[in-house]
């Protein structure tokens, strides 16, 4: 199965965002043991390239592990060099996009606006992130004018409304603090938290 494949059928995308670099392999396994498949480490967060490296080859072969907050060619050209195996930004950045189709990876720019929703598709996109997912009704919005246009809502996404991004026609979700808050403590008991509420998101878009 194909990295695009995974995402679309996973469809969520958790975000670790500012981890501590040596507790970012035990934050994964307690997002795969609660149903988690696709992993993004942000490039803003301390050192990126080495976490996406540890984790990509620790686990490499379970979860597909991809590179956020890209913004220049050359970021991407690391992060594929990593191991990450898609690229996603917060922004549409036409080489950032073409570099990554180049490096045979998954382009995952972000847009808010139906016109930079379709520059972005137009340049390449594979899936487009929505940024900020302000509600399902908005996405639902943009759906109706660009149905062939993949659609994965960043920002707000929770257990109580995942259900109705994706009645709304998201094709994924990114997740950030509602599934791993990174400013707390990672104890046992946090760990575990993070596997009950990645299999409740889990299910819910099962239901």
Do not use: W
Not at 156 to 177: D, H, P
């Amino acid at each position: 199965m194909s990295t695009l494949e995974q995402i679309l059928e996973h469809k969520i995308v958790a975000i670790i965002r500012g981890a501590d670099p040596n507790e970012v392999s035990r934050i994964a396994e307690a997002l795969y043991a609660g149903g988690i498949r696709i992993l993004e480490i942000t490039l803003n967060s301390a050192s990126p390239l080495a976490v996406i490296k540890k984790v990509s080859e620790r686990m490499g072969d379970r979860m597909v592990i991809g590179a956020g907050t890209v913004l220049e060619v050359q970021e991407a050209c690391d992060a594929v060099a990593a191991g990450a195996k898609f690229v996603l930004s917060p922004v549409v950045d036409q080489e950032v996009i073409r570099a990554a189709k180049d490096l045979g990876v998954v382009s995952i720019p972000g847009a808010y606006t139906a016109t930079e929703v379709y520059r972005a598709y137009k340049c390449g996109a594979d899936i487009v992130k929505v940024f900020p997912a302000t509600s399902p009704a908005y996405i639902k919005d943009l759906t109706g004018p660009l149905p062939q246009i993949p659609l994965l809502p960043t920002g707000g996404i929770s257990l109580q409304n995942i259900a109705e991004y994706k009645k709304a026609g998201a094709v994924g979700f990114g997740m950030g603090t509602a599934l791993v808050n990174t400013k707390l403590s990672v104890t046992e008991q946090y760990l575990a938290d993070i596997t009950a509420n990645a299999k409740m998101l889990v299910e819910a878009i099962k239901a």
